[in-house]
């Protein structure tokens, strides 16, 4: 995938870091290692259900300590909710 960003101006890809297949209590770090590989940024982008908002923060530049850099980024979800909370 992350072969895909060579040569281009511009590509977006969206991925969901907690998959959408089955229940995961932590977040997969597939997307994460595209954007290293791809040596690209990771724009964090919301749907928070309970207060019906959406948007996108900052760019985050992965620093390849992937452990680090995740519990960075799950910061700035504290607070949001997702369509079924239940299955978070």
């Known amino acids: ?3 895909h960003f060579t040569g281009r101006k511009k590509i977006a890809l969206a991925v ?3 998959g959408t297949r089955s229940k995961s209590n932590e977040w997969r770090s597939g997307f994460y290692w595209i954007a290293v590989e791809a040596k690209v940024p990771i724009l964090l982008s919301f749907l928070d ?3 019906k908002h959406t948007g996108v923060g900052d760019l985050f530049y992965p620093t390849g ?3 680090k850099d995740i519990a960075e980024m799950k ?3 504290v607070g949001m909710e ?4 239940h299955q978070d």
């Not at 997702?82 to 909370?85: L, Q």
Request: glycine content about 6%; cysteine-free; proline content about 11%.
């Open 49 to 51: 259900f309970k207060a």
């Open 16 to 18: 969901a870091p907690k």
């Open 65 to 67: 300590d992937a452990d």
């Open 1 to 3: 995938m992350s072969d």
């Open 75 to 77: 910061k700035f979800y």
């Open 82 to 85: 997702g369509k079924y909370p």
